[in-house]
C-alpha cells in the first residue's frame, strides 16, 4: 500500500535553532498538506501545496516557517528560529487532486524544543 | 474558523459497542471523516460519508450522518483491545480539506 514518507521521526532542537522536515507524498498526489498537532488537539492545517505552488497558508507563521515543494513532488517545512511553543507532531499529508477518499497522511515528525 | 466538536474521553468494555459522537458546524460540509491515531503515530483514514448521505456501513463500523442537527456518530461493532486509540472527526467543509476535532481516547477494557 502506498504512504506518505516522513523523515525525521523523531527530532530535538534547542531553542532558537533551525530545524526542518522532509515529506514524500504518494506517487502522483498532486496536492500536499502540512500539519501541526500539539499534544492533545487534533491536526490543524499550516500549508497546503498544489503541485509545486502554495494554494493556502494563512496559518503558516511566515515569520519563522516556511514551505517549500519546489519540484512539485516532495516538500520541506523548515522552522527558524524554533521556539518552545514549537514542540509538536508535524504531520504531512497528500491527495489527488480535488478528492477526500484519498487524503492520507504520513507517520509525522515529533519536534521537541529545549 | 469553522469548529468540530466531540467528547474527549470514551471507556467500554471489550466487545461491547462504541459510540462516539461529534457535531460540527459548517452548513457546506461535503464530506466527513473519521480518522484513527494510535500512540506517536500519524493519522489513519477509516471512514468517510458524503453529506448526501445519512448512513454508512463497513464492516464493524457505522457512520450515522443527521445533516439537519450536524452531528455525525461512528459505531464500531464488538470493540477489541485493538481499537484503542484517538478517534478525530472531520468535517470537510466546502471542498474535502479535513478540520479536525480535538479527537476522542477511546479506551477498552478486557
Known amino acids: 500500500e502506498a504512504e506518505v514518507a516522513q523523515s525525521p521521526r523523531y527530532k530535538i532542537t534547542e531553542k532558537s535553532q533551525a530545524v526542518a522536515f522532509w515529506c514524500d507524498p504518494i506517487?502522483?498526489?498532486?496536492?500536499l498538506y502540512w500539519y501541526r498537532q500539539i499534544l492533545g488537539q487534533g491536526p490543524e492545517l499550516l500549508v497546503q501545496?498544489?503541485?509545486?505552488?502554495?494554494?493556502?497558508d494563512s496559518q503558516l507563521p511566515k515569520d519563522r516557517f516556511s514551505a517549500e515543494r519546489l519540484k512539485g513532488v516532495d516538500s520541506t517545512l523548515k522552522i527558524q528560529p524554533a521556539e518552545l511553543g514549537d514542540s509538536a507532531m508535524y504531520l504531512c499529508?497528500?491527495?489527488?487532486?480535488?478528492?477526500?477518499?484519498?487524503?492520507?497522511f504520513g507517520s509525522g515528525t515529533r519536534l521537541t524544543v529545549v | 474558523g469553522e469548529d468540530v466538536e466531540q467528547s474527549l474521553f470514551l471507556s467500554v468494555r471489550e466487545g461491547d459497542s462504541s459510540v462516539i459522537n461529534c457535531t460540527y458546524t459548517?452548513?457546506?460540509?461535503?464530506?466527513l471523516y473519521w480518522y484513527k491515531q494510535e500512540p506517536g503515530a500519524g493519522l489513519q483514514l477509516l471512514t468517510y460519508i458524503f453529506s448526501n448521505m445519512d448512513m454508512k456501513q463497513d464492516q464493524r463500523l457505522t457512520v450515522l450522518l443527521n445533516k439537519k442537527d450536524k452531528h455525525l456518530s461512528l459505531r464500531i461493532a464488538d470493540t477489541q483491545t485493538g481499537d484503542s486509540a484517538i478517534y478525530f472527526c472531520a468535517d470537510g467543509g466546502g471542498s474535502y480539506i479535513p478540520t479536525f476535532g480535538r479527537g476522542t481516547s477511546l479506551i477498552v477494557h478486557p
Open positions: 501545496f498544489q503541485d509545486e505552488s502554495v494554494v493556502d
Open positions: 459548517d452548513s457546506s460540509s461535503t464530506y
Open positions: 499529508a497528500s491527495s489527488p487532486q480535488d478528492r477526500g477518499d484519498g487524503y492520507t
Open positions: 506517487s502522483g498526489h498532486a496536492t
